[in-house]
Nanobody, 128 residues
Framework: VQLQASGGGLVQAGGSLRLSCGAS????????MGWFRQAPGKEREFVAY????????YYADSVKGRITISRDNAKNTVYLQMNSLKPEDTAVYYC??????????????????????WGQGTLVTVSS
């Protein structure tokens, strides 16, 4: 599957952005979808993931309450709504698709190795 992220840009602290990630192919709903980010000079880190049906989502503590992941399987698209943005949210944001199967109640895909496909990234810059 090919992923294309978009929606990044420059925003002031406290502002909002919505990132989108479109996927090619007919099997989008068979993947858990996630977002990661990589700030300058830092390692890529997990932000959020959403289950195949969209019924459940999991967030990193650093973004919980400010960021919402959602998906539209009919449109082959996953979204990341980011509110109350802070300068420390500045990073390149990547969407990713995981084909892994997880038992109910187990931890979902939160590491880079859990994902099979990656988008090219979109830059989010938050000014203070």
């Amino acid at each position: 599957v090919q992923l294309q992220a978009s929606g990044g840009g420059l925003v002031q602290a406290g502002g909002s952005l919505r990132l989108s990630c479109g996927a090619s192919g007919r099997t989008f709903s068979s993947y858990i979808m996630g977002w990661f980010r990589q700030a300058p000079g830092k390692e890529r880190e997990f932000v959020a993931y959403i289950t195949r049906s969209g019924g459940n989502a999991y967030y990193a503590d650093s973004v919980k309450g400010r960021i919402t992941i959602s998906r539209d399987n009919a449109k082959n698209t996953v979204y990341l709504q980011m509110n109350s943005l802070k300068p420390e949210d500045t990073a390149v944001y990547y969407c990713a698709a995981s084909a892994k199967i997880y038992l109910p109640g187990s931890q979902g895909p939160k590491t880079l190795n859990d994902y099979n496909y990656w988008g090219q990234g979109t830059l989010v810059t938050v000014s203070s």
